[in-house]
């Protein structure tokens, strides 16, 4: 691990059983990510990039390798602790989903920033502002725009100033003008020491990344650098 390193995943290994069935869904994949870089993993539906990301956030566990978050083992640790760790220092965001509907953004955003005790905290409108919805705290999810959506999810996964965004499919509903607003803000946070990896079929997300590696079959099979 490099001094610059946020996050890597080593060997991991991920199989899925169902009957006499076994996918492998990882197949040895290593990935570092640096401090203010954005990776983005393309590959073919089924080619493990959710997989990976569920890992590196602990959200999912390997079945063999380790996922190194500031040098700390963050894989293979009892749920809670992997939660806890997600919750101060890891920002999730899913192509949907992101927000509770009968919460409204800001709702949303308070709710995330209560997992985490104590520690600096933004103020929710500050995180609302930066995503510029600073004038649709008060909206509900199901009011918002498709552009808006994104943003919010995208004020939930920073509400805690995470050091880490994971986002899988990112844009994937969205036109290109808000697809191009969402790699923007994604950017900025890169910009301020965020390490970001990025799931994606999009060629402008992959454009937009520090480098693409290719995943097939669970394993990388390509790297480059846009
Ligand atoms: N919970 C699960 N149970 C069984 N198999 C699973 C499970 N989750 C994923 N898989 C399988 O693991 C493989 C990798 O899935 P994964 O969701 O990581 O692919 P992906 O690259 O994200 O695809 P897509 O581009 O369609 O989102 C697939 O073959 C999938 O069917
Ligand atoms: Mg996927």
Same mark, same amino acid.
């Given at each position: 691990m490099t001094a610059g390193t946020t996050l890597e995943a080593r060997e991991l290994y991920r199989f899925y059983r169902a009957g006499d069935e076994e996918t492998?869904?990882? #197949?040895g994949t290593s990935v570092a990510v640096d401090a203010g870089e954005v990776v983005v993993v393309t590959g073919? =539906?089924?080619?493990g990039k959710s997989t990976l990301l569920a890992c590196l956030g602990g959200l999912d566990e390997p079945d063999a390798g380790t996922v190194f978050l500031n040098g700390v083992r963050? =894989?293979? #640790?009892p749920e809670q602790e992997r939660a806890a760790a997600r919750a101060r220092g890891i920002g999730v965001l899913f192509q =949907? %989903?992101?927000?509770?509907?009968?919460?409204?953004v800001t709702g949303n955003v308070q709710l995330v920033q209560r997992l985490v005790r104590g520690g600096a905290r933004q103020r929710p409108a500050d995180v609302l502002h930066a995503v510029g919805l600073e004038t649709r705290?008060?909206? #509900?999810?199901?009011?918002? =725009?498709g552009g808006e959506s994104a943003r919010a999810g995208l004020a939930v996964a920073l509400a805690n100033g995470p050091r880490v965004i994971l986002a899988d499919?990112?844009? %994937?509903?969205?036109?290109a003008t808000t697809e191009a607003g969402v790699l923007e803000l994604l950017r900025a946070e890169a910009d301020r020491g965020c390490a970001i990896v990025i799931a994606s079929h999009s060629p402008a997300v992959a454009a937009a990344g520090d480098r693409v590696i290719r995943l097939e079959l669970g394993r990388i099979v390509g790297e480059a650098r846009p």
């Amino acid at each position: 691990m490099t001094a610059g390193t946020t996050l890597e995943a080593r060997e991991l290994y991920r199989f899925y059983r169902a009957g006499d069935e076994e996918t492998h869904a990882l #197949r040895g994949t290593s990935v570092a990510v640096d401090a203010g870089e954005v990776v983005v993993v393309t590959g073919p =539906s089924g080619a493990g990039k959710s997989t990976l990301l569920a890992c590196l956030g602990g959200l999912d566990e390997p079945d063999a390798g380790t996922v190194f978050l500031n040098g700390v083992r963050l =894989s293979h #640790r009892p749920e809670q602790e992997r939660a806890a760790a997600r919750a101060r220092g890891i920002g999730v965001l899913f192509q =949907s %989903g992101n927000l509770l509907p009968h919460l409204t953004v800001t709702g949303n955003v308070q709710l995330v920033q209560r997992l985490v005790r104590g520690g600096a905290r933004q103020r929710p409108a500050d995180v609302l502002h930066a995503v510029g919805l600073e004038t649709r705290g008060h909206a #509900r999810p199901g009011e918002l =725009s498709g552009g808006e959506s994104a943003r919010a999810g995208l004020a939930v996964a920073l509400a805690n100033g995470p050091r880490v965004i994971l986002a899988d499919e990112p844009t %994937g509903e969205l036109d290109a003008t808000t697809e191009a607003g969402v790699l923007e803000l994604l950017r900025a946070e890169a910009d301020r020491g965020c390490a970001i990896v990025i799931a994606s079929h999009s060629p402008a997300v992959a454009a937009a990344g520090d480098r693409v590696i290719r995943l097939e079959l669970g394993r990388i099979v390509g790297e480059a650098r846009p």
